[in-house]
């Protein structure tokens, strides 16, 4: 089966200009993260629509391909990056790692999990949970949640604390009940991203603002790999001082 790792990467974000390019510990994040990606996949990628960031990746010795300006998701820049890149490369790649360009130091373990989800033939998406251990984060509309079946499928996404757990003051639901956050991280068969892409906005991803939701209402099945590792991600100017002390 073929991989390739692919880093959707744009300039213009509206919380943090210009951040693939933001240096971390002596090296564009973009970087990073592909240097990181490369450890475990053969193929990798950068997918822009900006010359600045292309140009960037091409310097370092990585491949970058160029994608329109006007795609409202990272899916769907990555679905018009694969076309072209098969087309580059002469050959067909099975499953599509989207991979988060603010995540400088995503862990190899992580990546290596989500391409062991499709060890499973049935496996048509595939992303990533980890327990929260933190209550906060249960009632954080930032972090998204996670409900999986016994399968370890995705059964659903939301920004509010998924299940509620009857009967029991907030601070308590921790010790009665296993809560997954989202690990940002997703990959797909080939058929399949050009297949999601395709579809409308639905009522619960329109709802949530979570587009994972369109494709569980359209009956896609999405694994859900159980990481243990804390992700470190870069949003914003001030997320900087996250990475300040980190030991590579």
Not at 88 to 97: L, S, W
């Amino acid at each position: 089966m073929n991989f390739i790792g692919i880093i959707p990467a744009r300039y213009a974000s509206t919380r943090f200009p210009g951040k693939p390019l933001a240096e971390i510990l002596g090296k564009p994040m973009i970087q990073r993260v592909y240097e990181q990606s490369s450890k475990v996949f053969e193929t990798v990628y950068v997918a822009t629509d900006d010359d600045r960031i292309k140009d960037t990746v091409l310097l370092f010795g990585g491949n970058a391909v160029m994608t329109s300006d006007q795609h409202k998701s990272g899916t769907d820049r990555l679905a018009e990056a694969i076309e072209i890149i098969n087309t580059e490369e002469d050959k067909k790649f099975d499953v599509i790692v989207n991979i988060q360009g603010d995540e400088p130091f995503i862990h190899t373990r992580q990546l290596k999990l989500i391409k062991d989800c499709f060890n499973d033939k049935n496996t048509q998406i595939a992303t990533l949970v980890k327990p929260i251990t933190d209550t906060s984060e249960i009632f954080n509309q930032n972090c998204p949640k996670v409900t999986i079946n016994k399968n370890n499928e995705a059964i659903y996404f939301s920004r509010s604390p998924i299940p509620h757990v009857r009967g029991v003051v907030g601070h308590e639901w921790i010790k009665r009940h296993t809560f997954y956050k989202h690990i940002g991280i997703y990959a797909y068969r080939y058929e399949v991203l050009k297949e999601i892409t395709q579809l409308e906005q639905s009522p619960l991803e329109i709802a949530e603002s979570l587009e994972q939701l369109r494709w569980i209402e359209n009956g896609y099945r999405i694994k859900a790999g159980i990481t243990e590792l804390e992700s470190i991600s870069i949003d914003t100017p001030e997320d900087m001082e996250k990475i300040k002390n980190f030991k590579l």
